[in-house]
């Protein structure tokens, strides 16, 4: 078998192109050991005019064209469609909009002037998970741009109402307004706006659109699975709703009454807005095209690139096909491990390349993008280190843009809750409705914040329990403890008193103290406890002055009536009528009795009045009442047994008080007022009656 040389020589021009004509096919065996194979494809103006050419223009269409799964969609839906795959895949974005929705949603919490009401407001927040709803409501406001929350409300029975009303305060009650009575929002749930559609885009240019949700084939064909299956949690759909289900519809209209649609700076020709997340869209596809390239870099980073010349032409060595496939043979069957020994003449190099990947790997190129993509989020360069230069000026411009953006989401946010809050306070009957507070976002020295509020609480410009609740602390909890461990001081002589700048841990000896110099203290008794010796003066101690001895003082114009004057006008004769050691029986005995015929009355003059309970009566109709009572006690005897049929034989026999009677309830009347400065109330008169009608007994016995 005859083998073809794997070199040919030359010596003169002759054999030179004899050499290059006979190796012609050896070019063909000119390839690398290849692994991989790319193909391109590009468009140009080469030749638009004889010996003239253009050079290609290169735009973001023509990128985005040949490129389809990096463009940016101008359709709003998938705009909300590749926000939402941002958040859930970038880990930048995650991160920023998880802290923004948590920093806008602290410190939320309900107040009312009322604190029984407020007590109401705050429970049913913990019911609806208030704080885990406003929390969601915000990261899907900064996510999606649009946020769609339905309500679905709950008919209180009257268990649950006085539940409600025992946790609120006794003075709650129900009113008949507009909103059905006793039913309140009770769960709040929020929708994928990518399964919302306007039903009628003509109904969105009048202002009034109306929204249809889009089913899934899967959600679709599980409904109507448990339509067979389940009917009983089928059947607590609505009746139309089961009617669609059954006739395979999946558009399901929204009852608008119970859906809000709220969202993030939408302008107003749009139906729906963009969400934040789309000024950077270009930098988070950048981004993630930068991890891609770093990830096919790492798949080559050992990888070297070799160079085998076979032949020589300065030497007129020029090498055949044969030459070149015992080679690749050769190298092709190297497993790429250890050392490869090769005997070969001296026509054959050797050089290597070795790739500098490192330097493609660096943090230094994804700097210029996370910078883009935090600016865009509102993220200033000094709260990522990304940035330690610039003045004051920028960094405060910067800072303050991400709190307007916080507190942008807070007010759509407590929009949101107005409006459930004015639905609580019409159904419960309030006269006001709750406030909504949020902590104050302060990216600077919280120790320094909280030390102000202390000074504006020890200033009374903030309440004490405004103060508590800023400390993250409950306020009723703190005031329980706060008097146990005062009745803990008081009680345990032993115990440390509280000592401090408003606090004196030596008030008693500081009396003591005062009293001694004031000689209204045993000196001597005193001073002995603390083994002390007493004071003494003029070679004797010093005696306390009783305060039962005569002293030689004489004022000038001493108080009180002159001496030896006589009377300008006749004193009131006082009567004085005699009282039996009976007479406190009896007052107690009409007291009670007095309680019996107010529990037969009542009903009867409410009944007349036509009022619900007493409290709703006037000052004419209570006066009425209350003589009504006394006319049926002065005809009573003590130790009666009260019943309502002697009540209605008292009544029937209209029986009056006396003059005598009467003289004496206003003078006992203006004995009281006298001594205690103020007219009295109705059971201090009752007990004047009581008092009154025990003497009248006793006079006639």
Known sequence: M???????????????????????????????????????????????????????????????????????SNKQKKIIKMSMQAYDRVGIIRNVIDLMSDFASQGLTLVHPNRTIEKFYRKWFIQVGGIDRSERFL????????????????????????????????????????????????????????????????????????????????????????????KTIFKTLPLDLQQRIASGDRTIPLDMDKVGFYHYKKDDWLLWANPMIYAILDDIMMLEKMKLADLAALDGAISNVRLWTVGDLDHKIIPTKAAINKLRDILASNVGGGTMDLVWGPELKFSESQSQVYKFLGAEKYQPVLTSIYAGLGI??????????????????????????????????????????ELIRKAMGFRFPAEIHFDSIILSDEAAEKQLLIQLADRDIISNETLLERFRELPGIERIRVRREERERTNDMGSPKKAGPYHNPQHKEDIAKIALTKDVM????????????????????????????????????????????????????????????????????????????????????????????????????????????????????????????????????????????????????????????KQPNISEMKYIYASTFADMQDFYQ
């Not at 709260?383 to 759509?412: D, H």
């Open 522 to 677: 045993d000196t001597e008794e005193y001073l002995e406890k603390f083994g002390l010796p007493p004071a003494e003066r003029d070679g004797g101690v010093v005696e306390p002055v009783s305060p039962n001895k005569e002293s030689d003082y004489d004022p000038e114009e001493p108080n009180g009536r002159p001496k030896f004057s006589r009377d300008t006008k006749k004193r009131k004769e006082k009567r004085v009528l005699p009282r039996s050691g009976n007479a406190t029986t009896v007052t107690l005995w009409a007291l009670d009795a007095q309680a019996k015929i107010s529990e037969v009355l009542s009903p009867i003059a409410l009944a007349h009045f036509n009022k619900k309970n007493a409290r709703s009566l006037n000052k004419s109709e209570v006066d009425q009442l209350e003589y009504l009572k006394m006319c049926v006690l002065i005809g009573m005897t003590p130790y009666m047994e009260i019943t309502p049929e002697l009540v209605k034989r008292l009544l029937d026999n209209e029986t009056k008080p006396s003059d005598e009677f009467n003289s004496i309830v206003i003078a006992k009347k203006e004995s009281f007022v006298s001594t205690n400065g």
């Open 139 to 230: 990261n899907y406001l900064y996510r999606c741009g649009n946020v769609i929350v339905k309500r679905r409300t709950a008919k209180l029975n009257h268990k649950k109402e006085q539940e409600l009303k025992r946790s609120g305060g006794a003075d709650l009650e129900i009113t008949d307004l507009k909103v059905p009575r006793r039913e309140i929002p009770w769960t709040y749930d929020f929708l994928n706006p990518l399964a919302v559609d306007v039903q009628d885009y003509g109904s969105q240019v009048i202002g009034k659109p109306q929204f249809t949700l889009n089913l899934s084939k899967y959600t679709s064909e599980s409904l109507i699975s448990s339509s067979t299956t389940n």
């Open 380 to 421: 200033p360069p000094t709260l990522t280190g990304a940035n330690t230069s610039g003045g004051y000026t920028n960094n405060y411009v910067s800072l303050k843009t991400l709190i307007e953006r916080l507190e942008y989401g807070r007010e759509i946010l407590a929009q949101f809750w107005r409006h459930e809050i």
């Open 2 to 72: 005859s083998k073809s040389p794997l070199y040919r020589t030359w010596d003169s021009d002759s054999q030179k192109q004899e050499a290059y004509t006979l190796t012609a096919d050896a070019i063909e065996a000119y390839d690398g050991v290849q692994n991989s194979v790319a193909y391109g494809r590009r468009s140009s103006y080469i030749d638009v005019e004889p010996n003239r050419s253009v050079r290609t223009g290169f735009l973001r269409e023509d990128y985005d064209n040949f490129r389809p799964g990096e463009s940016v």
